[in-house]
């Protein structure tokens, strides 16, 4: 994974989930995945629309 959440060694693929955190939440996942589905989204409409 790289900072744009693309999959090193492929093209066209990305992981927006709870297993791109690099430590354990002990607490619920559901906060901390909408921030990371929300930087995801923002990389992807950068890639396709630059900006």
Do not use: C
């Amino acid at each position: 994974m790289d900072t744009e959440l693309r999959v090193r060694g492929t093209s066209g693929l990305r992981v927006i989930d709870p297993s791109v955190f690099p430590l354990s939440i002990t607490a619920n996942t559901a906060a901390a995945t909408m921030m990371i589905a929300d930087k995801g989204t923002d990389a992807i409409i950068r890639s396709l629309f630059g900006g």
